[in-house]
């Protein structure tokens, strides 16, 4: 199982992209500090100083430090984002799993995974959802794109052969991303907690899940 790595995929993206080096290590910069600090604590002063360049530097490409969210927020939501669903859904489709409940359990683990591995980069998102909500829309589109699209394919396979039950496919992934919020939310927001399994609560999930979303008989 692989653990896409957020950082990774965004200073990928980073490094595609037009910006200098030193518009680069700002957003670097400035995606670790919030992630570790918050938003609000982090000063314009201390990404210049990460970035090893001036507040100038930092102020005349992007104005403001929301200038810098901004920055930070359309490259992983219109590349980083779709990308590590993309490698997802390739490691979903090698695994080859025909029943509901291996499928789950495997993609359940492979998401607690990948984001109690990137909880602090992912605490920026939330951190900012909450000032400005009409991310989850944006957010929320891509997702409703994917459902529809190949992880739909996966859940309408398993409408045909009797083993979940016949719902709108957006209704069973809502049932399915609220159970595995439930897991990773109160890692993310309090700490993660060492004793913590990640293959056990995996299985017990998509038990809960595959006995939840079964016909009824």
């Known amino acids: 199982m692989q653990v896409n790595n957020v950082e990774e995929l965004f200073e990928k993206t980073l490094q595609e992209s037009d910006l200098t080096q030193k518009q680069q290590a ?3 910069v ?4 919030f992630a570790e600090q918050g938003f609000d604590r982090t000063s314009t002063s201390e990404i210049a100083k990460g970035a090893g360049v001036s ?8 104005k403001t430090k929301d200038g810098i969210l901004k920055a930070l927020m359309d490259p992983m939501l219109d590349q980083v984002v779709p990308m590590a669903a993309a490698e997802f859904l390739t490691e ?10 291996g499928f789950i359990t495997y993609a359940i683990q492979d ?3 990948f984001a109690l591995a990137n909880q602090k980069l992912l605490k920026v998102f939330a951190q ?7 991310i989850i829309q944006n957010l929320s589109g891509k997702l409703q794109l994917l459902i529809e699209g190949k992880v ?19 209704r069973i992934a809502r049932y399915i991303i609220g159970t595995l919020a439930s897991y990773v939310v109160p890692q993310m927001l309090l700490g993660v907690d060492k004793n913590f399994d990640i293959e056990q609560a995996s299985r017990d999930a998509a038990h809960f899940l595959a006995r939840g979303l079964a016909p009824e008989k």
């Open 26 to 28: 700002v957003l670097s």
């Open 30 to 33: 400035s995606l670790n500090l």
């Open 55 to 62: 507040e100038g530097t930092v102020f005349k490409q992007f």
């Open 92 to 101: 979903i489709k090698t695994s080859q799993i025909q029943d509901f409940e």
């Open 111 to 113: 998401r607690m995974t």
């Open 128 to 134: 900012e959802i909450v000032r400005k909500p009409e």
């Open 152 to 170: 739909g394919e996966y859940f309408s396979y398993f409408q045909q052969t009797g083993q979940i039950v016949d719902w709108p496919v957006a």
